[in-house]
């Protein structure tokens, strides 16, 4: 088994010419990586507050469509552990370049030294080798087609996400491949990390609470867990979720490695929550969840959407965040996306998808010529939207509306009746107590939110009910004190 981090004699033998030539030690002459620990993640959940700022503007430089035809410089440099291989320029990020490392990991190269020495990706069997002596020391693995599958899940967690990851695969780069984009496989192995509690999730990394997956930018590498902490409290809710968390953080992993979206391009934020909604919608089956497919219906943001329409019939004027403004305007020019957001960016995305599908794949493959680093402004984000699809965004607005009213749901796809009660105790002992009745898990934990002033309290329960009268009933109870 060949190690990660070994190169092949004759780079060895060259590299050791280049540094005899300018009179240094091989170590000495190449420059240190640091990890881009700044570049983020795109999370299964809310953006957070310290989300990263736009980066530093790229200078131009040519991007052709094929990615066979892109013009590759390397660098010779120090990995993140101190060993000397051949990494790729990738763009630029706050001034500075930007390089991939053979297992695709990012970082920030201290100087840059050219070769002409070829960018070999490292292989299944090295990543694997690396990561089991390393950082996930302890971990099973799981080899599938395109992932190294590190876990401390139960085997049937793991097989399930191992499967639902393959199939989304498939099933987008098919997609993708006869849509006429010009996708590639992978050039590194697809690495998904399991951890078995919520716990062992969190302290691994220390990410929002409200977070329960993520795609790191700069490892390439999707995080997620199978229990969690308050899993007992609303079954029905972790059920749907676990798939679709999946799907959701490979989607963005898949999408950022098959020549779609480039890594740290700036797409704008409602398209890369919208994509990964729209690939990764959950179904329930003989009254199993499982992952629903590309472009299916999702329950939960039909939900959300009518939570905030007030009705069963959505209006696009309530969904729009200030009546003079469109709902479209304000999603495409959101830095940042509430949990209730996510449900907008995944009906505009399903309405483009389906009802403008012709313009929208030729929207996405304009974005992908956006480079690494480059920075977009919002209202430049608006005008290549209008490009696209038009200017009249109020008339995208009641499109969009006209679709989402014909959307429905799979016969026995029932979402529960969720009464969410929420008891706080305030000067002199008073107490107050309020509640809601939700379809959406996503309304909720906004509510929650809001309740809690910007935290979720501490002190709150869900009930799930079979009708909305029964969840009512409970929450006027529980709000006189009864």
Not at 136 to 162: C, E, N, P, Q, W
Not at 361 to 371: A, D, F, P, Q, T
């Amino acid at each position: 088994m060949r190690d990660l981090w070994v190169l092949p004699s004759i780079r060895l033998l060259l590299l050791g010419l280049f540094c005899h030539l300018i009179g240094l030690p091989a170590n000495s002459a190449l420059s240190q990586v640091t990890p881009l620990r700044k570049a983020g993640f795109a999370p299964g959940g809310p953006a957070r507050p310290d989300s990263p700022p736009q980066p530093a503007i790229l200078p131009p430089s040519p991007q052709p469509t094929g990615p066979t035809e892109k013009v590759h410089r390397q660098l010779l440099v120090n990995d993140l552990k101190g060993h000397p291989v051949v990494a790729r320029i990738h763009g630029r990020e706050e001034g500075k370049t930007l390089v991939i490392l053979p297992d695709g990991q990012l970082g920030f190269p201290d100087r840059l030294i050219e070769t002409r020495v070829p960018f070999v990706p490292a292989t299944f069997d090295a990543v694997e080798a690396d990561l089991s002596n390393g950082e996930f020391s302890g971990f099973k693995v799981l080899r599938k087609s395109h992932y190294l599958i590190f876990t401390k899940a139960t085997d049937a967690f793991t097989a399930a996400s191992g499967r639902l990851l393959e199939d989304l695969y498939d099933e987008l780069f098919t997609k993708l491949e006869k849509s006429g984009f010009a996708v590639h496989p992978p050039e590194f192995p697809l690495v998904a990390v399991i951890f078995r509690t919520e716990r062992e999730f969190r302290a691994h990394r220390a990410v929002d609470k409200d977070i329960q997956a993520y795609y790191e930018i700069f490892t390439n590498r999707i995080y997620l867990y199978e229990q969690a902490d308050r899993e007992s409290t609303a079954p029905e809710v972790a059920a749907m979720r676990k798939p679709q968390t999946v799907a959701h953080e490979g989607a963005h992993q898949i999408l950022h490695n098959i020549g779609v979206q480039p890594r740290l391009a700036p797409w704008p934020i409602w398209l890369v929550e919208g994509l990964a909604e729209y690939c990764s919608p959950p179904t329930i089956k003989k009254g199993q969840t499982n992952w629903a497919g590309l472009g299916m219906v999702n329950a939960q943001h039909l939900a959300t959407i009518r939570d905030i329409a007030g009705g069963a019939n959505v209006s696009n004027n309530v969904l729009a965040r200030r009546p003079d403004l469109p709902m479209v305007q304000s999603l495409v020019c959101a830095p940042q996306l509430t949990p209730t957001d996510y449900a907008l960016a995944w009906g505009l995305t399903h309405y483009l998808a389906t009802r403008k599908n012709s313009d929208f794949l030729k929207y996405l493959k304009s974005l992908g010529r956006l480079e690494p680093g480059q920075l977009v402004s919002p209202e430049q984000h608006l005008a290549d939207f209008e490009a696209a699809f038009g200017r009249d965004l109020f008339g995208i607005d009641r499109q969009i509306v006209k679709h989402i009213n014909k959307l429905k749901v799979k016969p026995g796809e029932f979402l529960p009746y969720y009464a969410v009660m929420v008891e706080q105790v305030g000067g002199r002992g008073q107490v107050r107590r309020v509640g809601i009745v939700s379809q959406s898990p996503s309304s909720i934990r906004e509510w929650l939110t809001k309740t809690g002033e910007g935290t979720i309290p501490s002190q709150w329960n869900l009930v799930p009910h079979t009708t909305k009268g029964n969840a009512q009933t409970m929450i006027e109870a529980f709000v006189q004190g009864r």
